[in-house]
């Protein structure tokens, strides 16, 4: 059995508003070996009563990283799980707790290793040394992640309960999450296939995040943003691109396609305003 968790396997909490929560949630990933510990506008992650809780593990919440936002959070990441108690209407898989090892598996390529250099294959750069992460994303404790938060994640997980009260502790809920991440990784169903060739390179969050917004700026100088509302819309263009899983050459030729409209634009734009200059001086002149 492993000692604990995959290295870039990472824990993402948003506006926990409970210290004692972060306490427990530190303790936990102390007990099951990981320390990838990321908090996106949560409370004093110091307070004493985290600390406290934290027991044993206290170091966890003294190297956490913390993060002004989720897109900065989540900009290394390759694959985004967000967690729910209840249904959304969505694009996106929902997994119950029981088949996490079928969710692990639909993004398994994250967890392999790079290749051993071959002869003559020049040392790789820093950025390629540096292991795309995946996360599980945790929201609020009362009103759990919004569907913009959601928005980032390629699948959602969700934990079965009775239905009177489908809400779980946070930490509760950690608890159990966590415990099953642990069981899988004690053996990994990887495929050999998998294991020999990671043949889709999926973009980061990062990467995908100034995809979408080189794309609004083109949704802007068309005029397009003053017609729906922009909020609704970044959601839903969250969505898709999170759903389609593109890969790091694919964002490499939409954003090329998208900086040659926008130059095109600006091309046509000169040329109307050249004409509309010269139509103002042959009037004048007439």
Same mark, same amino acid.
């Given at each position: ?19 004692? =929560? ?8 102390? =007990? ?6 990321? #908090? ?5 992650? #110091? ?7 934290? /027991? ?47 969710? &692990? ?6 967890? &392999?290793? =790079?290749? *051993? ?19 599980? &994303? ?6 759990? #992640? ?14 079965? /309960? ?32 998998? *294991? ?8 980061? @969050? ?29 959601? =839903? ?22 900086? *040659? /409209?926008? @130059? ?16 103002? *001086? ?5």
């Amino acid at each position: 059995m492993k000692e604990g968790l995959p290295e870039n396997l990472c824990f993402v909490f948003s506006k926990i508003s409970q210290p004692g =929560n972060l306490g427990f949630v530190a303790r936990l990933m102390g =007990n099951f070996g990981n320390k990838n510990l990321r #908090l996106v506008q949560c409370c004093d992650h #110091l307070a004493d009563e985290a600390l406290r809780y934290s /027991t044993h593990s206290a170091v966890l919440l003294k190297e956490a990283k913390v993060f002004p936002d989720l897109p900065s959070a989540l900009a290394d990441c390759e694959w985004v799980v967000g967690t729910t108690a209840r249904k959304r209407r969505s694009f996106f898989p929902l997994y119950s707790l029981p088949a996490i090892s079928q969710l &692990l598996e639909s993004c398994s390529f994250s967890f &392999l290793e =790079n290749p *051993k250099k071959e002869k003559n294959r020049k040392e790789p750069s820093n950025r390629e040394k540096i292991q795309p992460q995946v996360a599980f &994303l945790f929201g609020n404790e009362t009103s759990g #992640l919004s569907n913009l938060e959601l928005s980032f994640c390629q699948a959602y997980l969700t934990i079965p /309960t009775a239905p009177l009260h489908s809400s779980l502790n946070l930490s509760h809920a950690f608890a159990l999450v966590i415990f099953q991440l642990f069981q899988h990784f004690a053996s990994p169903p990887l495929i050999e296939e998998q *294991k020999k060739n990671k043949i889709y390179d999926l973009a980061l @969050v990062g990467e995908v995040e100034g995809l979408k917004d080189h794309f609004f700026t083109l949704l802007e100088a068309i005029g397009f943003l003053h017609q729906t509302k922009e909020m609704s819309l970044r959601e =839903n263009i969250s969505a898709f691109f999170a759903h389609s899983q593109v890969s790091k050459k694919e964002v490499r030729i939409l954003r090329a396609i998208v900086n *040659k /409209t926008l @130059v095109a634009i600006k091309r046509l734009s000169s040329q109307r305003e050249g004409l509309e200059k010269e139509a103002e *001086k042959a009037g004048k002149s007439s």
